[in-house]
């Protein structure tokens, strides 16, 4: 900082500036009319005239003490993902240490430095114009003199048009080389949400800096699991089909391989998560002899705002021997072929309520539902008491995927329905309302008969009258069958002897046949709310809680997951890395997403002058590749001049001060204007006095 005295001229009236103009127009009045009359000694008279109205002014020499006020320079430093690959971040230390070295040694300058990074959180990428907004938030625009970028060129908030720093330059720094070379894999378009089991569509594209019209092999995954593998060309737009497995997020991770002398790999995947959601589900409700558990089935499905039901009644008894064509009976006429042969894919589940075999649909349409389940169906058998076995559910072609063989013995008893061990792990019954805290009482009323069965093969997940299978659930082909040997459900949603959850199991019980993803017996799932991963396990069999987390970058940690209830383990993980997750146990791979799954920072990793060099002119600046060029020097400039050149960028000069003292001297001491004053008088008069 320096001082330097400033001389200045300056009047300090001794009367108030207004009475100081009446005098000076009185003067000049006086001095106009002497001129033109004539008078003799005038000109000493104005003479003296004037010395007296300039005593009057008191003009003095003020002698200012300013004290130069420095220069500020703004030190961006770019510390985003891009810029720190291929040793760019130790390019940057390096320019780093030196700018600040050669700013430190500089005369009437100050700097400040300020490091700015990506936000894994967000898709923003670099926002260094934001932060440089902020970094000047408490520097006056008078006292800036440049602004130093030290970046790879990647930002993704230059400010287009007016420059709010006019005048103040802009220095760009860049790390890297030029003619860097990449490939990258862009997401053009993708559906944010789609139905279950229909096809949807992504739009990729593919740049490769070394061979723009190559042929790349791409790899589509899904839950850790490759779906497709295709050759795609470079530099157009192309359409990857996929389809929507599941309800929820469905993460799709699209990868291509590793190009020739490029970059980095980062840019080279890129993820997709679309929600599933499940379209309106159909159900097909077929009942045989009316009981008063028929109007439970169907006001419980038709108050399911995600089910659309179909219900037909076959009211006419096997016993009955009439003359009247079957379908003559029905208010309309059973549309049989339209329902299971025309028409059957579209339902979702089937549900026979105390169905008994009838000529009305015979064996022809009972195959058609055995393939509808094998191909990934559901048939739900609710059964009451029947005369014979030979028309129940089990002597159709139905019986074969049946996971019992239906016994013709009627149990008539009062019984509490109960867990059994695989009930008190599957969720379909685990945790139902009513259940103690150990799963072993509960409040539940009783059911006063039950149907006897032999079991084959299946689940059974609740016992009834004599430990006998109250409630079995299995697998077939792609689909499922659940059966429920009692009718006596009703006693619950009337609430005999205190009711029971019948609402909540029978909504479990159809979910869990049409695929409910939560419902899942034998499960991997997770959730991601922020940094926090939190993974639940379900599994029928004692099972090792012990999963595999496979982090970005491919690191692998074993994780434990804790026991909560039969079942069902937990567990929250806190995570860094914002990217792509793989959590597996010993029988499923599942994916999640953590943060910015497609950043910008990653859309482009090449060192480039691109995205400033528009800007960077425009305020007399400079843009350079350190690799090239060197670090320059730095020269302090009036802001007239040119502000950068080879290997020096100049730093504005606003030659700001402040004023640290005042010294003040009369130009004319006082005797000398008395002195003066006598003689111009004493002239005056002597001219006259001739």
């Given at each position: 900082?320096?001082?330097?005295?400033?001389?200045?001229?300056?009047?300090?009236?001794?009367?108030?500036?207004?009475?100081?103009?009446?005098?000076?127009?009185?003067?000049?009045?006086?001095?106009?009319?002497?001129?033109?009359?004539?008078?003799?000694?005038?000109?000493?008279?104005?003479?003296?005239?004037?010395?007296?109205?300039?005593?009057?002014?008191?003009?003095?020499?003020?002698?200012?003490?300013?004290?130069?006020?420095?220069?500020?320079?703004?030190?961006?430093?770019?510390?985003?993902?891009?810029?720190?690959?291929?040793?760019?971040?130790?390019?940057?230390?390096?320019?780093?240490?030196?700018?600040?070295?050669?700013?430190?040694?500089?005369?009437?300058?100050?700097?400040?430095?300020?490091?700015?990074?990506?936000?894994?959180?967000?898709?923003?990428?670099?926002?260094?114009?934001?932060?440089?907004?902020?970094?000047?938030?408490?520097?006056?625009?008078?006292?800036?003199?440049?602004?130093?970028?030290?970046?790879?060129?990647?930002?993704?908030?230059?400010?287009?048009?007016?420059?709010?720093?006019?005048?103040?330059?802009?220095?760009?720094?860049?790390?890297?080389?030029?003619?860097?070379?990449?490939?990258?894999?862009?997401?053009?378009r993708s559906p944010g949400f789609g139905i279950v089991g229909q096809p949807q569509k992504i739009t990729v594209h593919i740049e490769d800096d070394l061979n723009a019209e190559s042929t790349v092999m791409l790899s589509l995954r899904s839950d850790g699991d490759v779906v497709q593998n295709q050759a795609i060309p470079a530099g157009r737009d192309v359409e990857i089909p996929l389809t929507i497995n599941h309800a929820g997020p469905n993460i799709f991770e699209l990868s291509i391989p590793k190009g020739a002398s490029e970059l980095s790999d980062e840019n080279n995947h890129a993820v997709v998560t679309v929600n599933g959601v499940r379209d309106r589900l159909r159900v097909l409700l077929i009942s045989g002899d009316p009981h008063p558990g028929t109007r439970v089935w169907r006001n419980f499905l038709k108050s399911d705002p995600s089910v659309d039901l179909v219900h037909f009644t076959i009211l006419r008894p096997p016993e009955k021997q009439d003359s009247i064509p079957t379908e003559e009976l029905s208010l309309i006429a059973f549309p049989t072929k339209e329902l299971f042969e025309d028409k059957l894919y579209d339902f979702n589940l089937i549900i026979f309520d105390r169905y008994?075999?009838?000529?009305?649909?015979?064996?022809?349409?009972?195959?058609?539902?055995?393939?509808?389940?094998?191909?990934?169906?559901?048939?739900?058998?609710?059964?009451?008491?029947?005369?014979?076995?030979?028309?129940?559910?089990?002597?159709?072609?139905?019986?074969?995927?049946?996971?019992?063989?239906?016994?013709?013995?009627?149990?008539?008893?009062?019984?509490?329905?109960?867990?059994?061990?695989?009930?008190?792990?599957?969720?379909?019954?685990?945790?139902?309302?009513?259940?103690?805290?150990?799963?072993?009482?509960?409040?539940?009323?009783?059911?006063?008969?039950?149907?006897?069965?032999?079991?084959?093969?299946?689940?059974?997940?609740?016992?009834?009258?004599?430990?006998?299978?109250?409630?079995?659930?299995?697998?077939?082909?792609?689909?499922?069958?659940?059966?429920?040997?009692?009718?006596?459900?009703?006693?619950?949603?009337?609430?005999?002897?205190?009711?029971?959850?019948?609402?909540?199991?029978?909504?479990?019980?159809?979910?869990?046949?049409?695929?409910?993803?939560?419902?899942?017996?034998?499960?991997?799932?997770?959730?991601?709310?922020?940094?926090?991963?939190?993974?639940?396990?379900?599994?029928?069999?004692?099972?090792?809680?012990?999963?595999?987390?496979?982090?970005?970058?491919?690191?692998?940690?074993?994780?434990?997951?804790?026991?909560?209830?039969?079942?069902?383990?937990?567990?929250?993980?806190?995570?860094?890395?914002?990217?792509?997750?793989?959590?597996?146990?010993?029988?499923?791979?599942?994916?999640?997403?953590?943060?910015?799954?497609?950043?910008?920072?990653?859309?482009?990793?090449?060192?480039?002058?691109?995205?400033?060099?528009?800007?960077?002119?425009?305020?007399?600046?400079?843009?350079?590749?350190?690799?090239?060029?060197?670090?320059?020097?730095?020269?302090?400039?009036?802001?007239?001049?040119?502000?950068?050149?080879?290997?020096?960028?100049?730093?504005?000069?606003?030659?700001?001060?402040?004023?640290?003292?005042?010294?003040?001297?009369?130009?004319?001491?006082?005797?000398?204007?008395?002195?003066?004053?006598?003689?111009?008088?004493?002239?005056?008069?002597?001219?006259?006095?001739?």
């Amino acid at each position: 900082m320096n001082h330097n005295p400033e001389l200045l001229i300056r009047f300090f009236p001794l009367m108030p500036n207004w009475l100081m103009i009446a005098l000076i127009a009185l003067a000049a009045i006086l001095s106009i009319y002497a001129i033109v009359k004539g008078a003799r000694g005038w000109i000493w008279r104005v003479s003296a005239l004037t010395l007296f109205l300039l005593m009057l002014a008191n003009p003095s020499l003020v002698e200012e003490i300013r004290e130069t006020k420095p220069d500020t320079v703004l030190v961006v430093v770019d510390q985003s993902t891009s810029n720190q690959i291929n040793n760019r971040d130790a390019e940057t230390e390096k320019i780093r240490r030196e700018i600040e070295n050669k700013l430190g040694e500089a005369e009437n300058i100050n700097y400040r430095v300020i490091t700015v990074a990506d936000n894994p959180e967000d898709q923003g990428g670099t926002m260094l114009f934001g932060a440089i907004a902020r970094g000047l938030s408490d520097i006056p625009k008078t006292h800036l003199g440049a602004v130093v970028l030290i970046t790879d060129g990647q930002i993704h908030d230059v400010p287009v048009g007016q420059n709010e720093l006019n005048g103040v330059p802009f220095h760009a720094l860049l790390t890297g080389s030029p003619g860097e070379h990449d490939r990258r894999l862009k997401i053009i378009r993708s559906p944010g949400f789609g139905i279950v089991g229909q096809p949807q569509k992504i739009t990729v594209h593919i740049e490769d800096d070394l061979n723009a019209e190559s042929t790349v092999m791409l790899s589509l995954r899904s839950d850790g699991d490759v779906v497709q593998n295709q050759a795609i060309p470079a530099g157009r737009d192309v359409e990857i089909p996929l389809t929507i497995n599941h309800a929820g997020p469905n993460i799709f991770e699209l990868s291509i391989p590793k190009g020739a002398s490029e970059l980095s790999d980062e840019n080279n995947h890129a993820v997709v998560t679309v929600n599933g959601v499940r379209d309106r589900l159909r159900v097909l409700l077929i009942s045989g002899d009316p009981h008063p558990g028929t109007r439970v089935w169907r006001n419980f499905l038709k108050s399911d705002p995600s089910v659309d039901l179909v219900h037909f009644t076959i009211l006419r008894p096997p016993e009955k021997q009439d003359s009247i064509p079957t379908e003559e009976l029905s208010l309309i006429a059973f549309p049989t072929k339209e329902l299971f042969e025309d028409k059957l894919y579209d339902f979702n589940l089937i549900i026979f309520d105390r169905y008994r075999r009838l000529s009305v649909l015979p064996n022809e349409y009972m195959l058609n539902i055995v393939e509808f389940v094998e191909k990934g169906g559901a048939v739900l058998d609710a059964e009451g008491p029947v005369p014979d076995v030979s028309l129940s559910l089990f002597d159709t072609p139905v019986g074969t995927i049946l996971p019992t063989a239906t016994a013709q013995k009627t149990i008539d008893a009062e019984f509490v329905p109960t867990l059994t061990g695989d009930g008190l792990r599957h969720p379909v019954t685990s945790g139902l309302p009513g259940l103690s805290k150990d799963n072993k009482t509960s409040k539940w009323g009783p059911w006063l008969r039950q149907m006897d069965a032999q079991i084959r093969r299946g689940t059974v997940i609740m016992d009834g009258a004599g430990n006998r299978p109250l409630l079995v659930l299995d697998r077939v082909g792609q689909g499922r069958v659940a059966q429920l040997f009692s009718d006596q459900i009703w006693l619950w949603a009337r609430g005999y002897a205190g009711g029971g959850p019948h609402s909540e199991l029978l909504r479990r019980l159809s979910h869990w046949l049409m695929k409910e993803p939560q419902l899942e017996e034998n499960d991997l799932s997770a959730e991601v709310q922020g940094h926090t991963i939190s993974i639940t396990q379900r599994s029928l069999m004692q099972s090792d809680n012990n999963i595999v987390l496979t982090k970005p970058g491919n690191e692998t940690e074993q994780v434990t997951l804790t026991e909560e209830s039969p079942g069902l383990a937990r567990t929250k993980i806190n995570v860094t890395k914002t990217g792509v997750y793989r959590i597996a146990n010993n029988k499923q791979t599942i994916m999640v997403g953590v943060g910015g799954l497609n950043p910008l920072e990653y859309s482009d990793l090449r060192s480039s002058k691109d995205k400033l060099n528009n800007f960077v002119e425009s305020t007399n600046g400079s843009i350079r590749w350190i690799s090239e060029d060197g670090i320059p020097d730095i020269r302090h400039l009036e802001g007239n001049r040119s502000l950068s050149g080879h290997r020096w960028i100049g730093v504005k000069k606003n030659n700001n001060y402040s004023i640290t003292g005042i010294k003040q001297t009369a130009v004319i001491p006082p005797l000398a204007y008395l002195l003066l004053g006598s003689i111009l008088l004493l002239l005056a008069w002597r001219k006259e006095g001739k």
